[in-house]
């Protein structure tokens, strides 16, 4: 039997995914972040993107978009706190997509009361979330 890790992944609301996984691979803010059992310990900020989560003995993976927020990691636990987290089957993409056209719009318009870096902000969580969607699709 493979050894395994216990991840949570939680957001203020609620929490999204709590069990055991093989590894788990997110975004870590300098990039992707692979974690398989007995990492050494980390804390890290993360960035919007989608956390794959390897299920024991098994071919699939349970996706979860995460909109920012703190990794922990421990030899045997991972603790995701997110900003936002959503599970990949339950995001909708048409919101998503208005989500980007809308930020692109507030960028193009150069308007000095745009607050660009909260734009940024959004459209780099609508892209990731588009991206997760499609990973989801393909599996």
Known sequence: MPQTLQVEVVSAEEAIFSGAAEFVVLPGESGE???YPQHTPLI???RPGAVRIR???QAREELVF?????LEVQPYKVIVLANTA???RDLDEARANEARRH????LAHRDASVDHTKVHAEL?????Q???IHRYLKK
Do not use: D, K, W
């Open 86 to 88: 959503i599970r990949a």
């Open 130 to 132: 588009l991206a997760t």
């Open 103 to 106: 930020a692109e719009r507030e």
């Open 124 to 128: 780099a969580s609508a892209i990731a």
């Open 33 to 35: 972040l692979g974690i």
């Open 66 to 70: 995460v909109a920012g927020g703190f």
């Open 44 to 46: 890290s900020r993360i």
């Open 55 to 57: 299920l024991p003995r």
